[in-house]
């Protein structure tokens, strides 16, 4: 397993909750490294990105709730997330950025479930 995603859950709206993403390949601390999430009949989307330096970036809808961090002496991808909302109910991933040629440079995990409701 290259990517293993953990800390979704059951959430009610305003909650808060951390991803993580431990990854087992060498490359990782020179990657940039993002989350993407998939929610029920949508196409997964990038949700945060951060580079090796730690510049992040992230998609207007999430911006001022979550935080994309890393820790590149443990291979790790941290995602927190705070003020919640239903429409945050999604499969949660993590995987490198988009190469030049459109593709990923890591296999999908999983992902972790994310559900926010009341």
């Known amino acids: 397993v290259q990517l293993q995603a953990s800390g979704g859950g059951l959430v009610q709206p305003g909650g808060s909750l951390r991803l993580s993403c431990v990854a087992s390949?060498?490359?990782?601390?020179?990657?940039?490294m993002a989350w993407y999430r998939q929610a029920p009949g949508k196409q997964r989307e990038l949700v945060a990105a951060i580079t090796s330096g730690g510049t992040t970036q992230y998609i207007d809808s999430v911006k001022g709730r979550f935080t994309i961090s890393r820790d590149n002496a443990k291979n790790t991808l941290y995602l927190q997330m705070n003020s919640l909302k239903p429409e945050d109910t999604a499969v949660f991933y993590c995987?490198?950025?988009?190469?030049?040629?459109?593709?990923?440079?890591?296999?999908w995990g999983k992902g972790t479930l994310v559900t926010v409701s009341s």
């Open positions: 390949v060498s490359s990782f601390r020179f990657r940039i």
């Open positions: 995987n490198s950025g988009i190469t030049p040629s459109g593709g990923y440079y890591y296999n």
